[in-house]
Every structure is written in structure tokens, then in C-alpha cells.
């Protein structure tokens, strides 16, 4: 079966140093003197991954992991310095959504400005126009400069217009957190609906619950360095969370399922000492108290126990 | 020049391709400039006109009694300077003013400038229209001649591009070629003939002059619309020279460049 995304062996290298914000001046002095010094930074190192069509791929890993820079470079606009990526089919990015606009145009010229970018054509912007502003909300700001605009707003649009087009590709960069609670609940059953009708999809989040609930794939970063690329979602979620609370960094894939076994652990012992704790607070409140009160505790500790064992069963 | 003409093919099919994404980046710049205000398109016309005026008036003791149409001859410069300065000055800003895009959005990097030079050749063509305007009331009779002028547009044109890549890819390396350049075009506006003549130089010097190529094409016009000739081959080749040159040079640096701008900015 063919790929819809494989990148092999990816790294970036970002200089730093003296090279950014010193003037022409300064550096020409500099050479001359000698007292030039850039350093060398790589922000991925050896990346390879493939995905399949309809795969949803998660990327996990602390900040400065890379996990913006490796998108970057599959979207097309960074090229690795070593290795490629080959990616089949056109793709829908959103990174960093709301900056890029320009604040002296209403928000229709930023519409249209930010679709012609995105490489959309006039007939689709004219076709699609209204229900971008519909589903971002903004029918009454029309004709308002962006400036005048929330920030929610901004996001607003910039997810609406991005979201319109039926990529083959969706490149995910913690996006799935814009707006008021009303829009993020709207534009999360977007982003599914996307991602149900097959789409091939990279997700980077921080928060896990999402790379469980939405990948069936999931690559681990940690300062640039791959971690693991794997199927198993679940275990490499486990073991990131545990690495989260102990920062030990597995360096093959037996560290990594020790890991897990560690955070079930630690899991199972927390549930423990909640039960525990739960219990107590039962005795206490049964010693100290008449019947009428304790029989009310009893039924609220029951309840609560039905519902966990809900949710268990729900996420499994 | 196989491998250069594919380039110049692609660059088109691109163009093509983005239309509607030119026209959009075209609209914004312009009402950027204007802020949508009639009085910003006039003011465009009038601050050469007003510069047109202090000149005319300062230097016409010291150059205009033996200058042959001196209003035409300095506003001839006027026009192709300030043509030089805004479209260069636009161009070296593009990409850092576009940086919130292009590293967003995976764009061809010189539609940024492109559109920039748009709204300087509609200020150009604005000021020409004066130009000839001007041309008529300093009683310069009509000759088949001045037809000639489209050359030096397109020439300057084509340079300007090129020396806006070059500008715009420096800019995003070092954040004081803005001083440095206006310097420069300080020192270029003395060195271009604008509002004195060249005649009274010996004529060494006076072929150094030709290696400016902001004077080499204020010079064509003066030759078309005062003189009412058209000057030799050799000339228009060496005004598609500088062209061309300008433009590869700044072609060749967005080649190299292009993926490399998003680290500095």
C-alpha cells in the first residue's frame, strides 16, 4: 500500500548565535575581527515516520521537543536540512492560526487575502464566503477592521476558513483550542467530522486525552530525537505520561513498555489511595453522625462508585 | 539559457497559478498605502510635483539659462528617481513585512515583492501622466520619439525588481541595510544628474556616469522627449543589461535564499 505521508530520516538544523539582529555594519567588524560565532542547533534530528491514507497520527513531547518544526517541515514551508519528506496529496495546515492577518482590512479582505493565500481560487471564496463567516460567527463584523477584533474572534476566522476545504491532509498544531467554550465544542465536532471522512491527519497537542481519544498512531519527540514511532498508542501514552512525572527518558522500546508498566502503577496506586482516602472520610462521617446523615453519605459514596465504573467502561 | 528560460517559464506558470492570490496581496498593499483615502492617491502625484517645485525654483539660476527645457529635463529625473526610490524601498521591505505569512504559509516568497512594485508603477504611471502634462506647457513639441519611452519603463521596471529582491533578501539578514540604503540613495540622487547636467564634465568622467544605471535610464527619456532622438543600439543594450542583471542577481539570491529566510526573521 502506497504512503500518504513518509518522512525519512528528517533534521533541521537552526543556527544561533551572533548571525540574527546584528547589522551589516557590525558584521563586517565582526569578521574582520574574528569574533564571529554562530552555533548550530538541531531542532530535529533523524526523524522518519510513515503514514498511511486515513491514518491519524499524534505527536507528543515536552516544549522545544520539535514537534512545530517537524510540522513545518511537512507542510512545505521548512526543508530539512538532511533527509526528505514526501508528502502525497494537498494539504491543510494550521499552525499558529491567527497571526498573518493584516489589521487595516475589514474582515472580508482578510478572508479573501488569507483563502488566495492558502491557494484557494476566487470561485471557491465566493461559493464558500458565507458560510465561513456563518460558522465563525461573525455576520454582524463583516465590514470591521481586524483591529477591532478579539483575539477569539481572529482565531474564529482563521479556523473557519482553514477548516472549509476538504483536505487530503490536516496538519494539527494545538488548534484544537480556539475560542469561547460554545465555538471550541463547534470546531472540535468540525475537526472530527474532518477527520471521520478519512483524511490522513497530524495531530500535536499537550493534552494526551486527545492523542488517546483521536490517533491510531503516535510519535514521541524529545529534543529533536525521536523517541519512538509506534501503533501503540495507548503504552506510549502511558509511558510519555510517566516520563511527564519522573522525566526519565527511554532509550529503547524495553524502557519504554517499562515505563508503562510504571505509570499503570502508579495509576492503580492512586486509585487506591482515592479509595482509601474515600473510605475514611465514610468512617469519620459514620462515627460522628446520626443515621439520617449516614445513610445520605452511603448513597453518594455508591453513586460514585457506579459512575467510575462507567467511565471505565466507557474508555474501554 | 535553457535551464534559465525554465526558470522564467515556471516563475510565470506560477504567477498564473496564484492570480487570484496576487490580486488579493495587490489590494491589500494598496490600501495599505492610501488607507483608503482619496487624498493619499493625490498626495502621491503631488509630493514629486512639490519636489518638482523646489528644484525648479533653487536651481534654476545655476543650471536652467543654459539647459534647453530645464523643467521637462528635471522633472524627467524626478520621475525616474523617485520611481527608482519608492519601488526599491517597497521591495526591500516585502518579505520582512510578510514574515507573519510566509512562515505560516507555504507562499512563493516573491509574490510579496511583485505586488509591492504594482502599487509603484500605478504612482509611476500617475506621475507620467503629469510628466507629459508638464512636458506640453514647457512647450517641448511633439515628437514620434517619445513613443520610444516604454523601453526605459520596462528596463527600470525590470531593474527595480531585481535591485528590490536583492534589497528585501539583505534586509532579512541585516536590519540596517534600511539606513545604509537610504544613505545610498541620498548619495545616488547627487550622482544622477537630476537637477544639474553633465556637459561641463571632461569626458572621462562623463562616461563614468554611465555606469549608473538610474541616470542611464533618466538619460533615454531626456534624449526621446527634449532632444527628439533615439539613442544608439549599443545604449539600449547597456539599459537591458543593467536590467537583466539585476534581475538575475536577485533571482539567483531568492533561488538560494529561499527556504533560508524563515530562520532570521
Given at each position: 500500500m502506497t504512503y500518504a505521508i513518509k518522512a525519512e530520516n528528517v533534521s533541521i538544523r537552526y543556527m544561533t548565535g551572533d548571525f540574527k539582529d546584528i547589522g551589516l555594519k557590525e558584521y563586517v567588524l565582526r569578521r574582520l575581527t574574528h569574533n564571529y560565532n554562530v552555533h548550530e542547533f538541531w531542532a530535529d534530528k533523524g526523524v522518519s515516520f510513515e503514514l498511511k491514507p486515513g491514518d491519524m497520527l499524534g505527536i507528543i513531547g515536552a516544549n522545544g521537543a520539535g514537534k512545530s518544526t517537524l510540522l513545518k517541515a511537512v507542510s512545505g514551508i521548512m526543508i530539512p536540512t538532511e533527509g526528505w519528506v514526501d508528502v502525497k496529496g494537498r494539504i491543510a495546515a494550521l499552525l499558529e492560526l491567527a497571526s498573518g492577518f493584516d489589521n487595516d482590512l475589514t474582515v472580508r479582505e482578510n478572508a479573501y487575502l488569507r483563502g488566495a493565500l492558502l491557494g484557494y481560487t476566487r470561485e471557491f471564496m465566493n461559493e464558500k464566503y458565507d458560510d465561513i463567516i456563518e460558522f465563525a460567527e461573525l455576520q454582524d463584523f463583516q465590514e470591521?477592521?481586524?483591529?477591532?477584533?478579539?483575539?477569539?474572534?481572529?482565531?474564529?476566522?482563521?479556523?473557519?476558513?482553514?477548516?472549509?476545504?476538504?483536505?487530503?491532509?490536516?496538519?494539527?498544531?494545538?488548534?484544537?483550542?480556539?475560542?469561547d467554550g460554545a465555538f471550541r465544542k463547534k470546531s472540535e465536532d468540525k475537526m472530527r467530522s474532518i477527520l471521520e471522512s478519512g483524511v490522513t491527519a497530524i495531530l500535536v497537542s499537550h493534552t494526551i486525552g486527545q492523542v488517546r481519544d483521536m490517533s491510531n498512531k503516535v510519535l514521541w519527540l524529545d529534543k529533536g530525537k525521536q523517541i519512538c514511532f509506534s501503533d501503540e498508542v495507548e503504552l506510549v501514552c502511558d509511558a510519555y505520561e510517566e516520563f511527564l512525572a519522573t522525566k526519565k527518558v527511554p532509550h529503547s522500546w524495553e524502557d519504554i513498555e517499562s515505563l508503562a508498566e510504571d505509570f499503570t502503577v502508579r495509576q492503580e496506586k492512586k486509585r487506591a489511595e482515592k479509595a482509601k482516602t474515600e473510605q475514611q472520610k465514610l468512617v469519620e462521617k459514620l462515627r460522628k453522625t446520626d443515621t439520617n446523615v449516614a445513610k445520605a453519605a452511603i448513597e453518594a459514596y455508591l453513586k460514585e462508585v457506579e459512575e467510575e465504573a462507567a467511565e471505565e467502561e466507557k474508555t474501554e | 539559457m535553457n535551464i534559465?528560460?525554465?526558470?522564467?517559464?515556471?516563475?510565470?506558470?506560477?504567477?498564473?497559478?496564484?492570480?487570484?492570490?496576487?490580486?488579493?496581496?495587490?489590494?491589500?498593499?494598496?490600501?495599505?498605502?492610501?488607507?483608503?483615502?482619496?487624498?493619499?492617491?493625490?498626495?502621491?502625484?503631488?509630493?514629486?510635483?512639490?519636489?518638482?517645485?523646489?528644484?525648479?525654483?533653487?536651481?534654476?539660476?545655476?543650471?536652467?539659462?543654459?539647459?534647453?527645457?530645464?523643467?521637462?529635463?528635471?522633472?524627467?529625473?524626478?520621475?525616474?528617481?523617485?520611481?527608482?526610490?519608492?519601488?526599491?524601498?517597497?521591495?526591500?521591505?516585502?518579505?520582512?513585512?510578510?514574515?507573519?505569512?510566509f512562515t505560516k504559509i507555504n507562499v512563493p516568497k516573491y509574490m510579496f515583492l511583485l505586488s509591492k512594485n504594482v502599487s509603484a508603477v500605478i504612482n509611476f504611471g500617475l506621475t507620467l501622466i503629469v510628466f507629459f502634462v508638464f512636458v506640453a506647457i514647457d512647450r517641448v513639441s511633439f515628437k514620434p520619439t517619445m513613443f520610444a519611452i516604454i523601453f526605459p519603463i520596462i528596463t527600470m521596471s525590470i531593474f527595480n525588481i531585481g535591485v528590490g529582491m536583492i534589497l528585501s533578501a539583505l534586509f532579512?539578514?541585516?536590519?540596517?541595510?534600511?539606513?545604509?540604503?537610504?544613505?545610498?540613495?541620498?548619495?545616488?540622487?547627487?550622482?544622477?544628474?537630476?537637477?544639474?547636467?553633465?556637459?561641463?564634465?571632461?569626458?572621462?568622467?562623463?562616461?563614468?556616469?554611465?555606469?549608473?544605471?538610474?541616470?542611464?535610464?533618466?538619460?533615454?527619456?531626456?534624449?526621446?522627449?527634449?532632444?527628439?532622438?533615439?539613442?544608439?543600439?549599443?545604449?539600449?543594450?547597456?539599459l537591458l543589461a543593467y536590467a537583466l542583471t539585476a534581475l538575475t542577481i536577485g533571482g539567483l539570491i531568492y533561488k538560494k535564499f529561499n527556504t533560508q529566510f524563515l530562520y532570521y526573521v
Open positions: 470591521r477592521r481586524f483591529k477591532q477584533l478579539s483575539s477569539g474572534m481572529k482565531s474564529r476566522l482563521a479556523f473557519s476558513i482553514a477548516c472549509l476545504v476538504e483536505p487530503d491532509i490536516l496538519i494539527l498544531d494545538e488548534v484544537l483550542s480556539v475560542g | 534559465k528560460e525554465s526558470y522564467v517559464t515556471r516563475v510565470i506558470r506560477t504567477l498564473r497559478e496564484h492570480q487570484f492570490m496576487f490580486e488579493e496581496l495587490v489590494k491589500r498593499d494598496f490600501k495599505q498605502k492610501y488607507k483608503r483615502t482619496v487624498l493619499g492617491m493625490a498626495w502621491s502625484v503631488l509630493s514629486p510635483l512639490l519636489t518638482l517645485l523646489v528644484m525648479r525654483v533653487v536651481f534654476t539660476r545655476f543650471f536652467g539659462r543654459d539647459t534647453p527645457h530645464y523643467t521637462t529635463y528635471l522633472f524627467a529625473g524626478n520621475l525616474m528617481f523617485s520611481y527608482f526610490r519608492e519601488s526599491t524601498n517597497g521591495g526591500m521591505q516585502s518579505l520582512m513585512s510578510n514574515a507573519s505569512i532579512v539578514f541585516f536590519r540596517d541595510t534600511q539606513y545604509l540604503y537610504d544613505v545610498f540613495l541620498t548619495l545616488l540622487t547627487y550622482l544622477s544628474a537630476i537637477f544639474y547636467t553633465i556637459d561641463r564634465f571632461p569626458a572621462k568622467i562623463q562616461r563614468v556616469f554611465l555606469l549608473n544605471p538610474v541616470f542611464c535610464n533618466i538619460k533615454y527619456i531626456r534624449v526621446i522627449v527634449i532632444d527628439g532622438n533615439l539613442p544608439s543600439p549599443m545604449f539600449h543594450l547597456l
